[in-house]
């Protein structure tokens, strides 16, 4: 395992002595994880019996703090209908031992589905820090200026988010003003 090393050997007892101790040395890492347990048996003994106390499970408390989630910046940016994308980035401030799954929640005045797509969730893979997913913009023939896309991250389950935890940006209209002539 990457969490512990040990190396297996040979206990031996002086005459009249009862006990022993030996190391397992616990390796830290920057990934916050559940309890890890793993056990160490004592086997093959000579001129002495085992006990059902012979096997030992050994629990690894995590020091890392749980991740938070957060978009990686609050600027806005502009992306336009059509052939336009833009594309988020969702961020961990750590590691973590398993795939995160993000809820993107979108308001604003231009809609979702008829004014541009994106993904319902994003995952952000074990052991990864980041994932990104695309706004892309759909085509329509009617002008309706620019329209503001507000994308708000829900808190996965079992973790805490973190500002920014909302973000708006822009589609553009690629239509002409209409002019009405008399």
Not at 176 to 182: A, G, I, K, M, S
């Amino acid at each position: 395992s990457d969490d512990f090393s040990f190396t297996p050997g040979t206990l031996l007892f002086s005459v009249g002595q009862v006990s022993k101790t030996f190391s397992v040395q616990i390796t830290d890492d920057d990934i916050s994880e559940a309890p890890e347990r793993f056990t160490i048996s004592l086997a093959n003994a000579t001129n002495a019996s085992l006990t059902p106390a012979s096997q030992e499970e050994i629990v690894i408390s995590d020091n890392e703090p749980l991740p938070s989630v957060t978009f990686s910046s609050s600027d806005t940016q502009s992306f336009s209908e059509g052939a336009g994308t833009l594309n988020v980035d969702i961020t961990l401030t750590q590691k973590y031992y398993q795939d995160v799954v993000v809820t993107i929640t979108p308001s604003g005045q231009a809609m979702s589905g008829a004014d541009y797509t994106l993904p319902a969730t994003v995952t952000i893979p074990a052991l990864s820090q980041s994932a990104s997913f695309t706004l892309t913009g759909r085509e329509d023939s009617i002008y309706e200026g620019s329209e503001s896309v507000v994308l708000t991250h829900e808190e996965p389950a079992g973790l805490t988010r973190s500002t920014p935890f909302m973000v708006t940006h822009t589609l553009t209209d690629n239509e002409t003003v209409p002019v009405l002539q008399f």
